[in-house]
């Protein structure tokens, strides 16, 4: 069998051993160039997720809108001709389109649970006013110890176009049992544009793409079973 000379079986170990040490540096370069990526995208995502929430604290406890992310958040009520940034083609000629939701901010609210399943539903209504033929409206929401919006369902006509509006939001409860902060938020998109349906859930509003977006906070949930 052949073997190798005591020196040249020296000279392999020693080989194998700086290949190990070089390996073991890169990939340990890897790791921290993976860390940083990882770091720099959290951080960001952050930042994003907290410039939306202040924006949403400011329309609700001070009314107007607030631009963040390219999204012009709104608090329900706003007189939208005097808001900068908002489609002309929402408003009938110079009337000022507005909307109320229900419920309110601030208000205490029942989601009626499944028994079966994790999942809570509850009623959300709004009355657009002055708004332009073809204006949709989409609602998502989420409670305040999750981290996603749910996906967004259009708002159907109760009645009558022109009446108020309704949906039933089919949200997950997860881990909560008996009550949590909850937000709302309305998205208004024009006509002919690209609806949100079935997009499943998303972190930002603003990954939704809507022209505008009427926020409701602050809404106490009560987890409830459905008799």
Not at 139 to 155: C, E, G, M, Y
Not at 168 to 191: C, H
Request: hydrophobic fraction near 45%; charge should be negative.
């Amino acid at each position: 069998m052949y073997s190798l000379h005591p020196a040249h079986r020296k000279n392999v170990t020693k080989m194998q051993s700086v290949f190990q040490t070089a390996i073991s540096g890169i990939l340990y370069l890897v790791c921290i160039l993976i860390s940083a990526c990882a770091g720099s995208g959290s951080s960001g995502f952050d930042a994003r997720a907290k410039a939306e929430q202040n924006a949403i604290a400011k329309v609700t406890k001070e009314g107007g809108c607030v631009d963040v992310e390219n999204t012009v958040i709104c608090a329900p009520g706003v007189n939208l001709a005097n808001v900068s940034g908002i489609n002309s083609d929402f408003l009938v000629s110079e009337n000022a389109a507005r909307l109320s939701i229900e419920p309110v901010s601030g208000a205490r609210v029942s989601c009626l649970k499944n028994s079966d399943l994790q999942v809570c539903q509850i009623m959300v209504s709004v009355v657009p006013s002055d708004f332009a033929e073809g204006t949709q409206f989409f609602v998502s929401a989420h409670f305040k110890d999750t981290i996603s919006w749910s996906n967004p369902i259009v708002l159907r006509p109760i009645s009558s176009p022109g009446s108020s509006l309704s949906a039933v939001l089919t949200l997950e409860t997860g881990s909560i049992m008996e009550s949590s902060g909850f937000q709302i938020a309305v998205l208004v998109y024009g006509e002919n544009v690209l609806l949100p349906e079935n997009q499943g859930e998303v972190p930002l509003l603003a990954d939704f793409f809507p022209e505008l977006v009427y926020a409701v906070a602050a809404i106490e949930v009560e987890i409830v079973p459905n008799p």
